[in-house]
T-cell receptor, first 116, second 114 residues
Framework: SQQGEEDPQALSIQEGENATMNCSYK?????LQWYRQNSGRGLVHLIL?????REKHSGRLRVTLDTSKKSSSLLITASRAADTASYFC????????????????FGKGTLLTVNP | KAGVTQTPRYLIKTRGQQVTLSCSPI?????VSWYQQTPGQGLQFLFE???????NKGNFPGRFSGRQFSNSRSEMNVSTLELGDSALYLC?????????????FGPGTRLTVT
């Protein structure tokens, strides 16, 4: 079953605008990650936020994490046409703490379209 | 460093056949995970290997199996293919470093079962 649920499922904006995607999850986590996937290709890691962090920045990306609400948001500022892709949140469940087992549970993604 | 490589990139098989997919992780990465991606189910975890041992397995039937070699390269095998096995199969590696969790994905193998 899916741990993360992204919202919205699809988002269409103009270049230069900001894009915000949300992710909700069900169980306690070690960390939450965001990945990008261009059409039919592999995933690219964007940013990781640990469960004891509330906000993290990387270039034009800003991620927040609210563990009390079990939710995260990804903000892409000043979007570009090249940002057009699917964005996934992925959680590392708390049950895998210790590193002896590791797997990510992905949501179904938000399809972001940035129009030139 | 070279990225994660997967071969072949595209594959067409018929129902009932079996298939083997290969993944070479980033040099130095010892953990390899496999995922299946379909439009209906999204990305689903198949299994993870570390030091030639399967440490974790997702909820897939026994037709799906894998292995890892001493050089960390991994293969996954699907026997008795079904139409529903058509998917993008993604391999990911992660370094065995404390506190580092991000995974590095390969480009995937697109499997079509007819």
């Amino acid at each position: 079953s899916q741990q993360g649920e992204e919202d919205p499922q699809a988002l269409s904006i103009q270049e230069g605008e900001n894009a915000t995607m949300n992710c909700s999850y069900k169980t306690s986590i070690n960390n939450l990650q965001w990945y990008r996937q261009n059409s039919g290709r592999g995933l690219v890691h964007l940013i990781l936020i640990r469960s004891n962090e509330r906000e993290k920045h990387s270039g034009r990306l800003r991620v927040t994490l609210d563990t009390s609400k079990k939710s995260s948001s990804l903000l892409i500022t000043a979007s570009r046409a090249a940002d057009t892709a699917s964005y996934f949140c992925a959680t590392d469940p708390l049950e895998t703490r210790g590193g002896s087992n590791y797997k990510l549970t992905f949501g179904k993604g938000t399809l972001l379209t940035v129009n030139p | 460093k070279a990225g994660v490589t997967q071969t072949p990139r595209y594959l067409i098989k018929t129902r009932g056949q079996q298939v083997t997919l290969s993944c070479s992780p980033i040099s130095g990465h010892r953990s390899v995970s496999w995922y299946q991606q379909t439009p209906g189910q999204g990305l689903q975890f198949l299994f993870e290997y570390f030091s030639e041992t399967q440490r974790n397995k997702g909820n897939f039937p026994g037709r799906f199996s894998g292995r890892q070699f001493s050089n960390s390269r991994s293969e996954m095998n699907v026997s008795t293919l079904e139409l529903g096995d058509s998917a993008l199969y993604l391999c990911a590696s992660t370094p065995k470093t404390s506190g580092v969790y991000e995974q590095y994905f390969g480009p995937g193998t697109r499997l079509t079962v007819t």
